[in-house]
């Protein structure tokens, strides 16, 4: 596909939200709250806020800047910029991890769907013990999650196939002004509750005495893990952006309604979690196991509130699932529409088949009697790990040295001011970022992650 022929995003405010909905998504609902409830509430939040200012902004704008001046597939950009030397593995490596992400984060977006249906149909009422057992035995059930997951990637394949204009950004418009109301209408009702005040205050009064080395690392890997970074999602996203598009006060804005979003998903959480006592910090099983307990506990007095506001949460947290998924999906596509020159709706066809084979397996992998396991973990764990805690810093790693050390500054300048028609008055202090402190932290993650520091 020539560059003239390239499809791009219609309005400002279609490549605002439609990137903006590739960083918001599970990580900003489900990760965070129970990221910052382990790590000390506001201490974690400011902390997280100052990382995406030092880490994630640069690396947003290092793909934009990628994207938007090769106009193609992420792998083809990392190709075309580098004259086809070895730098096109750091490419490649971005549209697999976005590929295996998509099949297994399709899986949690499935039970997201379940728990939707199973707030309409009045399932999650009942004590702790009824409501984590009806979670195992959905998680176990060999048919139930992976209906949902293909259902999930099957709403994802309709969006993608329509195009960029037509679907990406026109479901955008739609669903990302849907969750900010959404998420609005229940952090209202959460802080209507009794006692819901020591939740808000755990949110924003910061006790530094709980600042660790660990809490600082969990921060960075939370800002690089919230905004898609290494994903190849940016630079897909970005290579529909205009020439005109200023990358920085994009990056910015999105930045900026990613973090919003998150502390917004905190002050829904904890001060319903405050109110009966629950414990903030109660790690990945917090919204499909603790939540539902929280809901009927907090809202028992009024059991059709309590109702409605399980249902919006579900589909909230849905909506947020859609919207990352779509731009984990459009990676792919975009990699098979341009390198086997087939038809988009073909190449998003190999990518939905692609990921609900992968989907299934890991799926199936929770189930209580499965094989389908590596060095003693199931598929699901292997895949978030891989990608998660591999790939991921990998991939941005090595694009903040091929924007801070490989290309030619002049070439970087000339994207991040748009050919000398904006200021750039942060340019230095840009690829100084990129150069030293975004590779730094990178590293100090990686290795944290793996328990070496």
Same mark, same amino acid.
């Not at 309409?120 to 999650?145: C, I, M, R, S």
């Not at 919207?323 to 990518?351: N, P, Y």
């Given at each position: ?149 293909? /259902? !999930?990637? %099957?709403?994802?394949?309709? &969006? ?6 037509? *679907?990406? @950004? $026109? ?7 849907? /969750? !900010?109301? %959404?998420?609005?209408?229940? &952090? ?6 009794? *006692?819901? @005040? $020591? ?8 006790? !530094? ?5 660990? &809490? ?238």
């Amino acid at each position: 596909m020539s560059q003239l022929e390239r499809a791009n995003f219609g309005s400002k405010i279609g490549v605002i939200l439609a990137t903006a909905g590739s960083a918001v998504g599970l990580g900003n609902v489900w990760r965070f709250p129970y990221m910052a409830g382990s790590n000390g509430g506001a201490a974690f939040i400011i902390i997280y806020v100052a990382c995406i200012l030092i880490l994630g902004i640069p690396c947003m704008i290092n793909e934009f800047i990628i994207g938007r001046h090769a106009q193609s597939n992420t792998a083809r950009a990392y190709n075309k910029l580098s004259g086809g030397g070895l730098w096109t593995l750091v490419g490649v490596l971005s549209v697999l991890t976005g590929f295996l992400i998509t099949g297994y984060y399709a899986v949690v977006s499935g039970w997201c769907l379940q728990y939707v249906y199973a707030s309409l149909a009045g399932h999650l009422q009942g004590d702790t013990n009824y409501v984590q057992d009806y979670f195992t035995q959905f998680e176990q059930n060999p048919y139930k999650p992976i209906t949902w997951t293909v /259902l !999930f990637l %099957l709403a994802t394949h309709y &969006v993608i196939s329509h195009g960029v204009r037509d *679907g990406i @950004e $026109k479901a955008s418009k739609m669903m990302m002004p849907t /969750l !900010f109301i %959404l998420l609005l209408v229940i &952090v209202v009702a959460s802080c209507m509750l009794p *006692g819901a @005040e $020591k939740g808000i205050a755990f949110l924003f009064h910061p006790d !530094f005495t709980k600042l660790t080395p660990d &809490v600082f690392l969990s921060a960075l890997g939370q800002s690089f893990y919230s905004l898609s970074i290494g994903m190849g999602c940016l630079c897909t996203f970005a290579s529909y952006f205009k020439r005109d598009t200023n990358l920085t006060r994009s990056a910015v804005q999105i930045a900026v309604i990613d973090s919003v979003v998150a502390i917004l998903a905190g002050l829904m959480i904890f001060p319903a979690a405050f109110s009966v006592g629950v414990n903030p910090d109660s790690g990945p099983s917090l919204v499909f196991i603790t939540l539902p307990n929280v809901f009927n506990q907090a809202f028992s007095s009024m059991p059709l509130v309590g109702y409605v506001v399980s249902i919006l949460f579900y589909a909230l947290l849905a909506l947020a699932a859609l919207t990352s998924l779509i731009s984990l999906h459009e990676v792919s596509t975009a990699f098979f529409h341009e390198e086997l020159h087939i038809t988009r709706k073909r190449a998003a066809m190999i990518v939905t088949v692609g990921c609900s084979v992968i989907g299934a397996f890991c799926s199936l992998s929770l189930g209580r009697d499965s094989s389908l396991q590596l060095f003693g973990k199931p598929l699901f764990e292997i895949f978030d790990f891989v990608t998660g805690q591999i790939f991921l810093p990998i991939a941005g790693l090595f694009t903040c040295l091929f924007i801070g050390w490989y290309l030619p500054h002049k070439l970087v300048k000339d994207e991040f001011t748009n050919n000398g028609t904006l200021r750039g008055r942060l340019f230095h202090l840009y690829l100084f970022c990129v150069k030293y402190a975004c590779p730094l932290f990178i590293v100090l993650i990686f290795l944290h992650q793996f328990g070496l520091i």
